[in-house]
C-alpha cells in the first residue's frame, strides 16, 4: 500500500510509536491503523467510531473494543486528549499545544485556535497549593459555514 504521508505525518507517527515503545508497549498493526487515522483526521478531531471506520479499512480485523481501548490506552499515557461532551460523543485529538477549541453547536465541528492563554502553573500553584496537570478551553458558536445557513 502506498501511503501519501507528508513528513510531518511521518515524524509524528514515529514520535507516537516511540512513546509507545518507551511505555513498554507493543507496536501492533491495529495500534498503528488507529495512529495513522488520528494523524491524517487530526483537524476533524475525530470520535471513536469515525477513527474505528477508517482505521478498519487500513486493519480489517479491527474491533470497535479495541478501537476503544487503544484511545483510552493513548489518552491515559498523554499521547492524545479525550474531549468529553455532555451533548456529543467524545473525540479525540492529538495537538498536545495550549490552544482554544472552537466547537459548533449546529454541526459539531470542532476547530483548534492558537491563543495567548498562557497560564503559569508553578504560580498557581505556589499561590493556591492546586497542581494543575491538564488545561482545556472551549468556545462554543457556529463555524463559517453554519453562520452562513443563519444562526
Do not use: W
Not at 498523554?78 to 477549541?101: A, C, S, V
Not at 472551549?138 to 444562526?151: I, N
Request: charged letters at 35%.
Amino acid at each position: 500500500m502506498i501511503r501519501n504521508d507528508s513528513g510531518l505525518e511521518k515524524a509524528k507517527k514515529q514520535l507516537i510509536i516511540q512513546q509507545l515503545k518507551e511505555k513498554g508497549l507493543k507496536m501492533t498493526p491495529q495500534r498503528l491503523a488507529i495512529i495513522e487515522v488520528l494523524i491524517e483526521k487530526r483537524d476533524l478531531h475525530p470520535s471513536a467510531r469515525l477513527v474505528h471506520e477508517e482505521a478498519k479499512k487500513k486493519k480489517e480485523s479491527l474491533s470497535l473494543s479495541t478501537t476503544y481501548s487503544t484511545l483510552s490506552e493513548l489518552s491515559h499515557l498523554g499521547i492524545i486528549k479525550t474531549l468529553q461532551f455532555d451533548r456529543m460523543e467524545n473525540r479525540y485529538e492529538g495537538n498536545p499545544e495550549e490552544h482554544l477549541n472552537l466547537i459548533c453547536e449546529r454541526c459539531g465541528k470542532i476547530l483548534d485556535y492558537k491563543a495567548s492563554m498562557a497560564v503559569d502553573r508553578k504560580e498557581t500553584e505556589r499561590k493556591t497549593g492546586f497542581s494543575i496537570i491538564d488545561t482545556r478551553l472551549d468556545c462554543y458558536g457556529y463555524c463559517r459555514e453554519c453562520s452562513k445557513g443563519g444562526s
